[in-house]
């Protein structure tokens, strides 16, 4: 099959696919990149404000719907999402003031990080959860249909 032909059939899958299955897909997308706003936060070793921790997660989720929104719909706009991309990343870099690190913890600050750790890791297990109830949602809904 040549690569044109391979590219039609693409586009005519994504623009024929009922608004349930374009729903779990990028709602799969979603959950399946929201974590790395998660893990950014449980590897620095600071304590950031949960609302950080938000905007990262949604951000890390939301850019991954741009990037595939527009390499399905529209590829030669490509550069936009990159262009965000950085931009934001860059603005966010700029807006949040350096985290204190932690250097040394007593018995509190340990528990406090332990309980911390557990909420990070149990938000991004919610998260790939529901990246995979989407995905297999979109596979039942597009198996049936084909």
């Not at 959950?31 to 590897?43: H, M, R, T």
């Not at 991004?124 to 990246?131: F, K, N, R």
Request: glycine residues 6%; aromatic residues 14%; positive net charge.
């Amino acid at each position: 099959m040549s690569a044109e032909r391979r590219k039609r059939l693409i586009a005519q899958f994504f623009r024929t696919m009922p608004t349930g299955a374009k729903v779990a897909f990028y709602a799969g997308i979603f959950f399946c990149f929201a974590p790395i706003g998660l893990l950014q936060e449980s590897v620095t070793l600071s304590v950031d404000p949960w609302w950080l921790v938000v905007t990262m997660t949604l951000f890390s989720g939301g850019i991954a719907l741009a990037y595939a929104w527009t390499i399905i719909n529209y590829p030669r706009w490509f550069p936009i999402p990159v262009a965000v991309h950085l931009g934001v990343t860059f603005l966010l870099n700029d807006m949040v003031p350096e985290p204190v690190r932690q250097t040394a913890l007593d018995a509190a600050g340990l528990e406090a990080l332990k309980t911390r750790l557990t909420i990070l890791a149990g938000l991004t297990v919610a998260s790939l959860m529901g990246a995979y109830s989407s995905f297999y949602y979109l596979i039942r809904l597009e198996g049936l249909r084909f």
